[in-house]
Nanobody
Framework: QVQLVESGGGLVQAGGSLRLSCAASTRSFNYYYMGWFRQAPGKEREFVATISWTGGKTYYADSVKGRTTMSTDNAKNTVYLQMNSLKREDTAVYYC?????????????????WGQGTQVTVSS
């Protein structure tokens, strides 16, 4: 069982930056990919970014590409999501997820573990 705890959300003005963190309770070969998703009110959960623990290969949604960087700190079992040039449409609850080798990075249902989420609100 893996527990994921997100932090770093908050209120920020448009154009600003935030760094979200996701601390995993343990590292395990049962989960290989870490992902960030977000869900705005009345909308479905959508993919933001994903990274592999080994090799650090990343993949980003088009909506955040060029403004967002996902990274890992393997020693701390933590992944980060650095978001710059934030827009109002980035407002959502951001969730961290962990999945195994069979993960399809952009599909939430293929991830095994989820955090509780952290709210990001971007004001104009």
């Amino acid at each position: 069982q893996v527990q994921l705890v997100e932090s770093g959300g908050g209120l920020v003005q448009a154009g600003g930056s935030l760094r979200l963190s996701c601390a995993a309770s343990t590292r395990s070969f049962n989960y290989y990919y870490m992902g960030w998703f977000r869900q705005a009110p009345g909308k479905e959960r959508e993919f933001v970014a994903t990274i592999s623990w080994t090799g650090g290969k990343t993949y980003y949604a088009d909506s955040v590409k060029g403004r967002t960087t996902m990274s890992t700190d393997n020693a701390k079992n933590t992944v980060y999501l650095q978001m710059n040039s934030l827009k109002r449409e980035d407002t959502a609850v951001y969730y961290c997820a962990a999945g195994g080798f069979k993960v399809i990075p952009t599909i939430p249902a293929t991830y095994d573990y989820w955090g509780q989420g952290t709210q990001v609100t971007v004001s104009s």
